[in-house]
C-alpha cells in the first residue's frame, strides 16, 4: 500500500487529500466553485494539498471544501469494508494535530497503528480514554481475540483502555519512550543543580550548560575526547554529584535493553527499581525508580513480544512543509467502483467551530 499524506479536520476523522487515490470517481455533490465545476471533482484531485491551499485556489470558504473532503473521504472509508484485517499487535500513540481559538487550544488525536505491519488503522479524536475504547468496541469479540501485544508510551490512559478492551493482551511499554523519559530527568536535574549553584538558567559558559548534550548521548558514542570533556565539567559544576549519579541511572536503564532473557530482565528491572528510590538519590533518580516499579512488566513483556510502538511513531510523523501542520501518513485507499451506498449512509460532520481560514 502506498503512503500518502492526509489532513485532520475538525473531527478528528481523516479529511484531507490523499495523494495517489487511484480512485475511478469523483464526488461532485457539495457544490460550485466560480468556474462552475463541482467542488468535490476539485478536491479530490487536489491530492497532497492542505484545505487552505485548495480554498484560496478556488476562491472559497475553508469549510466548504472541509465539508467536500468529509464527505468524500468518509464515503471511501465507508465503503472499503476490507480496509482494516486482522492484526496482531496494536499501538497507539496520541499526535498535537491543531491549535484552535484565540488562546491556541490545543487539539490531540490518538493514532491507532498495526504494529506488526507498520499501518494506520484509524485516527480518533483526543489522547486516550472513552474515543480509542469505542473504537475497539466497534470492532468486534473476534478481531480483539486476535491481538497478542499491546505496545504504548507510559501513558496511564491508553494503559486503562488496554486493560478493559485487550485484557489477554500483553501489554509492552515502548524502550523509545522509557529511555526519554531517563533522559528527561536527567536534564531536570541539571537545570536544578545548575540553578542551585549559580543562581541562573544555564549559560553557554556555564559547566553544566556545556555538556547538556553529551549528558543525553549514549555512552558507547562517547569518544575519548567527549568523555573527557563531560567527566571535567562534572567536576567543575556538580559539587555534590547529583547530576553524574542521575547520568549513571540513565545509562543503567538503558542497558536494561542489553539483557536477553526475559526472567533475567523481570530480576534486573525489579532489584533496579528498589535501588532507584533510594533516599540518599537525587529526586529525579527517585522518580525514575518509582516509574520502573509501576511500569516493570510492562517494560520487562518487550523482552518477550519484542514489539514497539516505533511504527506508530514513524506512521505519524508530519513532513516539515509550510502551511501543512495538520498531517498524517495513511494508506491510500484501494479503488471502489461504486461508493453510492456509502454516501448515502454518509453522517455529514461539519469543522470545528473555531477553525478559520487561513
Same mark, same amino acid.
Given at each position: ?44 484531485? =487536489? ?40 492484526v496482531t499487535a496494536l499501538g497507539m500513540d496520541e499526535t498535537l494535530f491543531a491549535r484552535v481559538g ?12 498495526d504494529v506488526a505491519q507498520g499501518v494506520l488503522l484509524d485516527v480518533v479524536p483526543g489522547r486516550g ?54 533522559? =528527561? ?68 536503564i538503558r542497558s536494561i535493553y542489553e539483557i536477553d532473557d526475559p526472567d533475567l530482565a523481570d530480576e ?91
Amino acid at each position: 500500500m502506498a503512503q500518502a499524506p492526509v489532513a485532520l479536520s475538525g473531527s478528528g476523522v481523516p479529511g484531507g487529500f490523499v495523494d495517489r487515490c487511484r480512485c475511478s470517481y469523483r464526488f461532485s455533490e457539495v457544490g460550485a466553485d466560480r468556474s462552475g465545476r463541482p467542488v468535490g471533482d476539485r478536491t479530490g484531485r =487536489s491530492c497532497g494539498r492542505t484545505v487552505a491551499e485548495v480554498a484560496r485556489e478556488l476562491g472559497c470558504d475553508w469549510h466548504t471544501v472541509n465539508n467536500a473532503v468529509l464527505a468524500y473521504g468518509e464515503a471511501l472509508l465507508d465503503a472499503d469494508v476490507d480496509r482494516i484485517g486482522s492484526v496482531t499487535a496494536l499501538g497507539m500513540d496520541e499526535t498535537l494535530f491543531a491549535r484552535v481559538g484565540m488562546w491556541r487550544r490545543q487539539l490531540w488525536s490518538t493514532s491507532i497503528v498495526d504494529v506488526a505491519q507498520g499501518v494506520l488503522l484509524d485516527v480518533v479524536p483526543g489522547r486516550g480514554g472513552s474515543e480509542p475504547a469505542a473504537w475497539l468496541a466497534a470492532r468486534g469479540d473476534e478481531w480483539l481475540s486476535g491481538i497478542e501485544w499491546a505496545t504504548l508510551d507510559l501513558s496511564s490512559p491508553y494503559r486503562a483502555v488496554f486493560d478493559t478492551m485487550l485484557p489477554d493482551a500483553t501489554q509492552i511499554a515502548d524502550p523509545f519512550h522509557l529511555i526519554k523519559l531517563a533522559n =528527561s530527568k536527567l536534564d531536570e536535574c541539571r537545570r536544578r543543580v545548575q540553578n542551585e549553584t549559580l543562581g541562573h538558567r544555564g549559560r553557554k559558559t556555564d559547566p553544566l550548560y556545556r555538556i547538556r548534550r553529551l549528558l543525553t548521548k549514549a555512552d558507547e558514542r562517547l569518544d575519548d575526547r567527549g568523555r573527557t570533556k563531560l567527566l571535567g565539567l562534572l567536576a567543575a559544576g556538580d559539587p555534590k554529584g547529583e547530576v553524574k549519579t542521575t547520568w549513571h541511572a540513565k545509562e543503567v536503564i538503558r542497558s536494561i535493553y542489553e539483557i536477553d532473557d526475559p526472567d533475567l530482565a523481570d530480576e534486573f528491572v525489579t532489584r533496579l527499581a528498589s535501588d532507584l528510590q533510594d533516599r540518599a538519590f537525587p529526586l529525579e533518580v527517585r522518580s525514575l525508580g518509582r516509574t520502573l516499579r509501576r511500569w516493570k512488566d510492562h517494560i520487562v513483556a518487550w523482552h518477550r513480544g519484542r514489539a514497539t510502538n516505533g511504527p506508530t511513531e514513524a506512521v505519524i510523523q508530519q513532513p516539515h512543509k509550510e502551511d501543512q501542520a495538520d498531517r498524517l501518513w495513511v494508506s491510500a485507499v484501494q479503488v471502489l467502483q461504486s461508493p453510492g451506498a456509502a454516501l448515502r449512509r454518509q453522517t455529514q460532520l461539519g469543522p470545528i467551530s473555531h477553525r478559520h481560514p487561513r
